[in-house]
């Protein structure tokens, strides 16, 4: 799809959700099952995804690990988004690439320490664009690209979680 049409539609999404703002409200429902060892598959409508764990941790090595799926998701929400976004204001983009590195302490996840996160301490991306644009217009792209960033937002924000647990429950 050009960036003109990637434009239009955007366009299109912004006025209709202007008059009809109950439209933008959704939930996605995304479901992981554990298949053998430690791979899971997971699904969410047509797509058919795999998580595992590598081999030093005792998994089999035949999916990415979960960090791996959340940076991706991360990296790849912050291109799709620039891209979306240049296309809204008309910025030409040659090559888009965006790095994402996260620093975590494996003891956290092993419970070895309460002082230990189980989590990233840090996450670092960095953003890779050539355009002919100025760089003025280009800063102003990365700008709204950013704070408008579904998963910048994930990741930098603190969300309310709610779980629910079936403990031997039978399936639906």
Known sequence: MDQETIGQIFERNVQTL??????GFL???TKARL??????EI???KWRLAAD????????ETAPVPGVLGRAALASCLVLGITRWAARLDVPIEALEVDVQADFDARGELGMSDEIRPGYGEVRYTVSIRSPA?????EELLDLAERYSPYLDVFGQPIPLRPTRRVNATED
Do not use: L, N, Q
Request: charged share 35%; proline share 3%; aromatic share 0%.
């Open 18 to 23: 202007t008059k009809r703002p109950s439209r």
């Open 27 to 29: 939930t996605a429902t």
């Open 35 to 40: 298949v053998e060892g430690t791979r899971c």
């Open 43 to 45: 699904e969410e409508g």
């Open 53 to 60: 764990m590598i081999a030093k941790v005792g998994g089999t």
């Open 134 to 138: 100025s760089e003025e217009k280009i």
